[in-house]
C-alpha cells in the first residue's frame, strides 16, 4: 500500500522532520522524499508489507515540474506512444511520467481525460505552486489537507496530517451531523476540525498562502432509452475489468454469490487467463451464511476458490484496528468483514475486485422518481403527505407505521415517496437515513455522549444543500444531483 504526503510553506522542514521521526507510529517503512529545503516537501510513504515504487515521482525535463502518483492510469497507450516521442523515456514511460504528460497536455482537465484510481500531487518550482488531484471514482485513494498559518500540509491519511500536528483538537460538529444522519461523513468535511478531504474529481490548488478547490469532473445524465443497453453495460464492465486485471498486481475478486460479484468473477474468468482466485465469508450461523452460493459460482468458472470462516467473538477481538483503518466512522457493519476478508485475500493477491456500488448507476432510486412525479398529479396529494408527516412528535403511530414500512423494500420506498411529495426530492432521499439514525439504530444514551446544545441540534443541524453533490453537468435535477452525491 502506497500513498503520497507533503508540505508547503516556511515549516515544510519541520513537518518532514515530524513525519520522519513518528514512522513507526504511522506503520510507514519506506518515505521517499523531494524537496530543495526551500519550504517545499512532496513524498511517497510506502507502508507496511507494500512494495517500493521508485517510479512513482517524475520531473520534466527543465526540472520545474514534479509529478507524485499513486494509483493507476487505464487506456494509456495512445500516451505512452506520445510520451515517447516527448523523450520521457525510450524503455516505456512510467505512470507518474504519462501523468506529468497528461498535465503539460491539459492541466487540471486531465481528471477529465485520465480513467483509473489514482491520488497525485504537481509541484510546479515556478511559480511555486502546489495541485493535488483525486480521480474521478474516489474511494480507493485519498487526499486530506490542513491550511496551516503559513503554508499547507497535505496527505493520503489522516493519522499523518494529526503526526504532523495538523490539528487542534477539536471536533467538527458539522461532520458528526452528518455522520449521524447518512452513517458516514461527505467531503470535504472529516470529523477532525481543520482537516478536509478532497471531494473525487476535484482539484485543490495551492498558490501565494491561498487554496482553491475546484471541480473538473461532473456526471452527465442521459435520460434515453437504448435498445442495445444491455450490450452497452456488458462492453463498459468488460473493459473495466480487463484494464484492471491486466496491470502488474495479481487481482482476485471478492465472491458473495449475489448478481453483482458474480458477474465481476464472470467477466474476470473471460478476460484472464488462468482461474479467478475468489474469497469469500462463511458463517457458523445458518441465517448469515452465503457460503453455498458462492461455492456454486466458484464450481461454475472454475475459479481457485478460498474461504474464511468467521465466528462473532473472533471478529470483534480485532475491532481497535479496525476502527484504527478507517480513520472516520462508519454507520455499515460490513467493514467488520470486509476487514477480515481483504486481510485473508492479502495473502494471496495484491488487489481485489468487489461488487459494491452499482445500485445507483442501475437505476435503483429512479423508481422514486417516477412515483413522486405520477403521484404529485393527484389533486391534494402533497397536501396529504405534509399532513402524514408533520412534525409531531406527541404522534407515536407514526414512529409505528415507520417501522411496519421499512421492513421491506417497498415500504422504505412509500415512505420515499411520502416525504418526496411531503418536501423537497433531496429531502425524500435523505430522509431515509436520518429516519434509521434516530428512530431506529442509535440508541437514547446518546445524548449523554454529547453536549446539550450538540442534542439539541441533532435533527436540525444538517444543511441539506450543503450535502447536494455539484457533480453533474448541465441543467441536472436535484434528484440527479443526489445520485451524484452517493457515488460511490
Excluded at 113 to 120: D, I, L, S
Excluded at 247 to 269: Q, T
Aim: glycine share 10%; aromatic share 8%.
Amino acid at each position: 500500500m502506497k500513498g503520497i504526503l507533503g508540505a508547503i510553506g516556511s515549516n515544510a522542514s519541520v513537518v518532514q522532520a515530524q513525519l520522519s521521526a513518528r514512522r513507526g507510529v504511522l506503520a510507514h517503512q519506506r518515505t521517499k522524499w523531494l524537496g530543495d529545503g526551500a519550504g517545499w516537501a512532496v513524498g511517497v510513504c510506502t507502508c507496511d508489507g507494500g512494495k517500493d515504487d521508485p517510479t512513482a515521482t517524475a520531473w520534466n525535463q527543465e526540472e520545474t515540474v514534479c509529478s507524485v502518483l499513486v494509483g493507476e492510469l487505464f487506456g494509456t497507450a495512445p500516451l505512452n506512444d506520445a510520451s515517447r516521442r516527448r523523450g520521457y523515456d525510450s524503455r516505456g514511460p512510467t505512470q507518474s511520467q504519462l501523468l506529468l504528460h497528461l498535465w503539460e497536455a491539459h492541466g487540471v482537465e486531465l481528471l477529465t481525460k485520465a480513467n483509473g484510481p489514482f491520488a497525485a500531487a504537481i509541484w510546479e518550482t515556478e511559480p511555486r505552486r502546489l495541485t493535488l488531484l483525486l480521480d474521478w471514482i474516489g474511494g480507493i485513494h485519498h487526499l486530506h489537507y490542513a491550511l496551516l498559518d503559513d503554508g499547507i500540509v497535505f496527505a493520503s491519511e489522516i493519522r499523518t496530517l494529526l503526526a504532523a500536528g495538523a490539528w487542534d483538537g477539536r471536533i467538527n460538529e458539522h461532520a458528526l451531523h452528518q455522520y449521524l444522519d447518512f452513517g458516514h461523513i461527505l467531503p470535504p468535511h472529516t470529523l477532525f476540525d481543520g482537516i478536509h478531504k478532497l471531494p473525487p474529481g476535484c482539484a485543490l490548488t495551492y498558490e501565494d498562502g491561498r487554496a482553491d478547490v475546484q471541480r473538473v469532473f461532473k456526471f452527465r445524465f442521459e435520460a434515453q432509452r437504448d435498445a442495445d443497453w444491455v450490450e452497452r453495460f456488458q462492453d463498459e464492465c468488460r473493459e473495466a475489468i480487463a484494464h484492471r486485471v491486466a496491470g502488474p498486481d495479481e487481482v482476485g475478486a471478492f465472491l458473495s454469490g449475489g448478481i453483482d460479484s458474480s458477474y465481476n468473477v464472470a467477466l474476470m474468468s473471460d478476460v484472464q487467463e488462468g482461474p479467478v482466485k475468489t474469497f469469500s465469508i462463511a458463517y457458523p450461523q445458518e441465517e448469515f451464511d452465503e457460503s453455498p452460493y458462492a461455492r456454486l459460482v466458484a464450481r461454475r468458472f472454475e475459479t481457485d476458490h478460498h474461504e474464511l470462516t468467521l465466528d462473532s467473538p473472533e471478529v470483534l477481538d480485532e475491532l481497535p484496528e479496525m476502527i484504527w483503518a478507517l480513520e472516520e466512522p462508519a454507520m455499515d457493519y460490513s467493514f467488520i468483514p470486509t476487514f477480515n476478508l481483504a486481510r485473508f485475500a492479502k495473502e494471496h493477491v495484491d488487489a481485489v475486485i468487489s461488487g459494491d456500488g452499482p445500485d445507483h448507476l442501475l437505476g435503483r432510486h429512479y423508481p422514486v422518481a417516477f412515483a413522486r412525479r405520477a403521484l404529485g398529479r393527484i389533486p391534494g396529494a402533497s397536501v396529504l403527505a405534509r399532513a402524514l408527516l408533520a412534525d409531531d412528535r406527541s404522534a407515536g403511530w407514526k414512529v409505528g407505521l415507520w417501522r411496519r414500512l421499512r421492513r421491506s423494500e417497498q415500504g422504505r420506498s412509500l415512505w420515499k415517496v411520502l416525504q418526496s411529495l411531503a418536501g423537497s426530492p433531496p429531502e425524500a432521499y435523505l430522509s431515509i437515513y436520518r429516519e434509521i439514525a434516530y428512530r431506529g439504530l442509535l440508541p437514547n444514551s446518546l445524548r449523554a455522549v454529547v453536549s446539550d446544545s450538540m442534542g439539541e441540534n441533532l435533527v436540525n443541524g444538517l444543511d441539506i444543500g450543503a450535502a447536494i453533490s455539484d457533480n453533474v453537468d448541465g441543467d441536472a435535477s436535484e434528484f440527479e444531483r443526489i445520485l451524484a452525491s452517493t457515488w460511490p
